[in-house]
């Protein structure tokens, strides 16, 4: 089995396992965060990067148990929710009828196509798992002229990545800095990309993350990055 291919079933395999916890632990818990506040942070700061959203479509791809999709559809916007886990897409059109929600690999360019075109797409905690460039280039093929394509990677620098990323031997390959930034040498159409860096602080008695403004460069050692690609 090659590397893409053991990387894609391995997760598959975990996140179907995952999926048999979705009624203990609720669809507001998702599955990659340390705890509820940084995941509300992580969602905030990718709103952020979103715009405004209402009346437009979205696409919340590897979208997990769902619930940044629902906060999409609580702000106006036409969500989608894309995941490869067949199980976790049944409950969730179960669920909440009112989302189209979608099985698809994220990573195969026609899959994606056929979802369909969409003013924002996000990808949160989901490239490390699936590959940056593959994945990438997949969704952005589906953005809509002026559209943004967002997405929150762990950042390949940060000592806490590396230990995770040896643990997992490459299945989990955390993103460069230069990755993101090199996006309009990848990608075609992009006028420009916005980072914000997320840093665990020393002090968390007030939140967990501090987040520096958003940029066209990257500054110090973020444990998170945050990016916008804006097309065309
Ligand atoms: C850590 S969870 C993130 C969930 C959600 N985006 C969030 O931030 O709350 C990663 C999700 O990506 C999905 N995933 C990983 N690789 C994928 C792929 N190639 N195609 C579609 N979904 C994928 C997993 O099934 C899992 O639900």
């Known amino acids: 089995m ?3 291919t053991s990387q894609k079933e391995h ?7 995952q999926h048999a916890l979705i009624d203990a632990i609720g669809v507001t818990k998702s599955l990659e965060y340390s705890n509820e506040v940084v995941q509300l942070q992580t969602y905030a700061h990718s709103v952020e990067g979103l715009g405004r959203v209402d009346g437009l479509t979205v696409m919340d791809a590897g979208c997990g148990w769902g619930c940044f999709t629902l ?3 609580a702000l106006g ?4 929710g894309v995941d490869f886990v067949q199980g976790t897409i049944d409950t969730l059109r179960r669920l ?3 989302i189209t929600w979608e099985a698809a690999d994220v990573t195969d360019a026609e899959q994606v196509k056929r979802i369909g075109h969409f003013d924002r797409v996000v990808a949160l905690e989901v490239l490390q798992y699936s590959g940056f460039e593959r994945t990438v280039t997949a969704l952005w093929a589906c953005v809509k002229p002026g559209g943004r394509l967002i997405g929150c990677v762990p950042n390949d620098r940060c000592p806490i990545a590396t230990k995770v990323k040896a643990r997992y031997g490459g299945l989990w390959a955390p993103v460069s800095p230069e990755e993101v930034l090199a996006l309009p040498d ?3 159409d992009v006028v420009a990309v916005y980072v914000k860096g997320l840093t665990f602080a020393e002090r968390q008695e007030f939140l967990p993350l501090v987040a520096s403004p958003w940029q066209r460069s990257i500054s110090g050692t973020p444990n998170r ?3 916008a690609a804006v097309r065309q």
């Open 2 to 4: 090659d590397h893409i």
């Open 11 to 17: 997760w598959k395999t975990h996140y179907t396992r």
């Open 71 to 73: 906060l999409l559809h």
């Open 77 to 80: 916007a036409r969500a989608v």
């Open 96 to 98: 909440h009828p009112q």
């Open 186 to 188: 990848l990608l075609p």
């Open 225 to 227: 990055m945050i990016f």
